[in-house]
């Protein structure tokens, strides 16, 4: 698994280096918004999933698929490694979002900067890992290309069905708007560990569904 | 038992095309020449030997080993050559072999660094910078350091130029000969295994023709070459495949006593090559 995780590093130096310019570019677009946690939240969603695509876009241009499957390797770990990087690429989005703060604060170009919080760190990686446990599946399933058209369709269709979820149904739905006002009654902790309990059952849920398209997959 | 691969009954349907319940099985030390016509099931083999492909029917033995329970444990004992590099094109030989090495037991550096020198191979160039012949070489030296007891490749040779074919030949044969290894050898290109092959097994359209020692094979089956008026279709019904032109026939059979009791000493008969008998072979299934 850690052989397929520095082959990753490996083949997304380049992505790596200039995920660093985006950062720094989103945060001067974005420094008007007043939402600030969003705009962290934001930032660490597009440089996980560009990180992610990267490397899958780059893993469909090489077949690697073949090879991969032809060294002593087991599609869980294949499809593990996968998921294992969402962490990596996590802190090191971190790592960047924490030192283009601290340069950009530094030399006070932007105000009202966004600092990292624990609460905020939580709620970046649900983020990442809904994103993530949506898009991997199809990934698996259909290549890079052609999951690309799916995963929009799906991506889209899930941002404005969560619009129209909290507009009209949860404020219908006696049971999500209890689980709602359960949530809002909790203190930070009780909500950060339900936070981070979510993503990883999001994430370990994607797995399941990967390893089970993988394994019927061939090359 | 020294069989190292062993292949049973072994089926799998595609849109318009099938491997019809193949069976064949090679032992430790020698070179098998898997041969046949584009199209005619090699790769596809080679991937369900691989759990590349899902056989539909059949059993695939590796050192006895069913090859998909046993997957991992035989796959750290093959080394693989493909027709294409599919190594990552970004990443430096050096850098794939540090992804690569660590994923097998018996990794050998040393063998690897020699390998890479005795190719000429750079350590520090992207793989997508080097020629086709480099990149098999690389291929090669890959499969070669993790003291595999099986190579697996799959028509290696096609695209290269004469020199570094030969030179990838004569590797093989010092494998299987000074190493003791067993070299599966997928090519259409038939005379490399006239040089290096122990055992043929030849397959089309799907199914194997025969599975022998290449000697046996050379041996059975004859080449015939006569004056047109010697043959009518009664006698053509005691070859494999038959040729006519203006000058004269040509024709594969199997039977040379018979034929030289059938045609007498009018008729010429040759010893046939791997390419002679593949193309009788393939010709007569396209007219029958």
């Given at each position: 698994?850690?052989s397929l995780?520095?082959?990753?590093?490996?083949?997304?130096?380049?992505?790596?280096?200039?995920?660093?310019?985006?950062?720094?570019?989103?945060?001067?677009?974005?420094?008007?918004?007043?939402n600030?946690?969003?705009?962290?939240?934001?930032?660490?969603?597009a440089?996980?999933?560009?990180?992610?695509?990267?490397?899958?876009?780059l893993?469909e241009?090489?077949?690697?698929?073949?090879?991969?499957?032809?060294?002593?390797l087991?599609?869980?770990?294949?499809?593990?490694?996968?998921?294992l990087?969402?962490?990596?690429?996590?802190?090191f989005?971190?790592?960047?979002?924490?030192?283009?703060?601290?340069?950009?604060?530094?030399?006070?170009?932007?105000?009202?900067l966004y600092y990292?919080?624990?609460?905020g760190?939580?709620?970046?990686?649900?983020a990442s890992s809904?994103?993530?446990?949506?898009?991997?599946?199809?990934?698996?399933?259909?290549?890079?290309?052609?999951?690309?058209?799916?995963?929009?369709?799906?991506?889209?269709?899930?941002?404005?069905?969560?619009?129209?979820?909290?507009?009209?149904?949860?404020?219908e739905?006696?049971?999500?708007?209890?689980?709602?006002?359960?949530l809002?009654e909790?203190?930070?902790t009780?909500?950060?560990?339900?936070?981070?309990?979510a993503?990883?059952?999001?994430?370990?849920?994607?797995?399941?569904?990967?390893?089970r398209?993988?394994?019927k997959?061939?090359? | 038992?020294?069989?190292?691969?062993q292949?049973?009954?072994?089926?799998?349907?595609?849109?318009?095309?099938?491997?019809d319940?193949i069976?064949?099985?090679?032992?430790?030390?020698?070179?098998?020449?898997?041969?046949?016509?584009?199209?005619?099931g090699?790769?596809?083999?080679?991937k369900?030997?691989?759990n590349?492909?899902?056989?539909?029917?059949?059993e695939?033995?590796?050192?006895?080993?069913d090859?998909i329970?046993?997957?991992?444990e035989?796959?750290?004992?093959?080394?693989f050559?493909?027709?294409?590099?599919y190594?990552?094109e970004?990443?430096?030989?050096?850098?794939?072999?540090?992804?690569?090495?660590?994923?097998?037991?018996?990794?050998?550096?040393?063998t690897?660094?020699?390998?890479?020198s005795?190719?000429?191979?750079?350590?520090?160039?992207?793989?997508k910078?080097?020629?086709?012949?480099?990149?098999m070489?690389y291929?090669?030296?890959?499969?070669l350091?993790?003291?595999?007891?099986?190579?697996?490749?799959?028509e290696?040779?096609?695209?290269?130029?004469p020199?570094v074919r030969?030179?990838l030949?004569?590797?093989?044969?010092s494998?299987?000969?000074?190493?003791?290894?067993?070299?599966?050898?997928?090519?259409?290109?038939?005379?490399?295994?006239?040089?290096?092959?122990?055992?043929?097994?030849?397959i089309?359209?799907?199914?194997i023709?025969?599975?022998?020692?290449?000697?046996?094979?050379?041996?059975n089956?004859?080449?015939?070459?006569?004056?047109?008026g010697?043959?009518?279709?009664?006698?053509?019904?005691n070859?494999?495949?038959?040729?006519?032109?203006?000058?004269g026939f040509?024709?594969?059979a199997?039977?040379r006593?018979?034929?030289?009791?059938?045609?007498?000493?009018s008729?010429v008969?040759?010893?046939?090559?791997?390419?002679?008998?593949?193309?009788?072979f393939?010709?007569r299934?396209?007219?029958?």
């Amino acid at each position: 698994m850690l052989s397929l995780m520095i082959k990753d590093i490996y083949l997304l130096k380049r992505t790596m280096a200039f995920s660093v310019l985006y950062l720094v570019f989103m945060l001067f677009v974005f420094s008007s918004l007043d939402n600030a946690a969003g705009v962290f939240t934001f930032c660490m969603v597009a440089i996980i999933h560009m990180l992610m695509v990267s490397s899958c876009a780059l893993d469909e241009k090489n077949k690697s698929d073949v090879i991969l499957n032809s060294l002593p390797l087991s599609r869980q770990v294949i499809v593990g490694a996968r998921y294992l990087m969402v962490i990596i690429y996590m802190l090191f989005a971190v790592a960047v979002y924490g030192l283009g703060t601290w340069v950009i604060g530094m030399l006070n170009m932007i105000p009202d900067l966004y600092y990292i919080t624990l609460d905020g760190l939580i709620g970046a990686f649900l983020a990442s890992s809904v994103i993530t446990g949506i898009y991997l599946p199809f990934y698996f399933r259909l290549g890079y290309i052609k999951s690309r058209i799916y995963y929009f369709i799906l991506f889209f269709g899930l941002f404005f069905g969560i619009n129209l979820l909290v507009s009209k149904v949860i404020t219908e739905n006696t049971v999500l708007s209890r689980m709602g006002s359960f949530l809002a009654e909790q203190n930070d902790t009780v909500v950060g560990i339900i936070t981070a309990g979510a993503a990883i059952a999001i994430l370990a849920i994607s797995y399941g569904i990967s390893l089970r398209i993988y394994k019927k997959r061939e090359f | 038992m020294n069989k190292i691969l062993q292949v049973r009954n072994l089926s799998k349907e595609f849109k318009g095309f099938k491997l019809d319940n193949i069976s064949f099985s090679m032992e430790k030390g020698f070179i098998m020449g898997f041969i046949g016509p584009n199209g005619a099931g090699k790769s596809t083999t080679i991937k369900l030997i691989m759990n590349l492909l899902r056989k539909d029917a059949g059993e695939i033995l590796v050192f006895g080993k069913d090859h998909i329970r046993h997957e991992k444990e035989i796959k750290n004992r093959i080394g693989f050559v493909y027709d294409e590099n599919y190594y990552y094109e970004e990443l430096t030989p050096l850098q794939m072999k540090r992804v690569v090495a660590p994923l097998y037991k018996n990794w050998d550096d040393n063998t690897f660094t020699n390998y890479m020198s005795r190719f000429e191979l750079p350590l520090n160039k992207q793989i997508k910078d080097l020629s086709k012949g480099m990149k098999m070489k690389y291929s090669l030296a890959i499969a070669l350091s993790h003291n595999a007891d099986l190579l697996i490749m799959d028509e290696p040779t096609s695209g290269l130029d004469p020199i570094v074919r030969r030179e990838l030949l004569d590797i093989l044969t010092s494998v299987s000969r000074e190493e003791n290894k067993g070299v599966f050898f997928s090519t259409h290109i038939t005379s490399d295994l006239d040089r290096v092959a122990d055992f043929i097994t030849f397959i089309n359209e799907g199914k194997i023709v025969f599975s022998s020692a290449k000697d046996d094979v050379l041996e059975n089956y004859c080449l015939v070459k006569g004056a047109n008026g010697l043959i009518g279709e009664e006698e053509k019904r005691n070859f494999i495949g038959i040729r006519e032109s203006r000058f004269g026939f040509e024709g594969l059979a199997v039977d040379r006593k018979k034929i030289r009791k059938m045609l007498g000493e009018s008729i010429v008969i040759e010893k046939p090559t791997l390419d002679d008998i593949m193309l009788y072979f393939a010709r007569r299934n396209q007219d029958a």
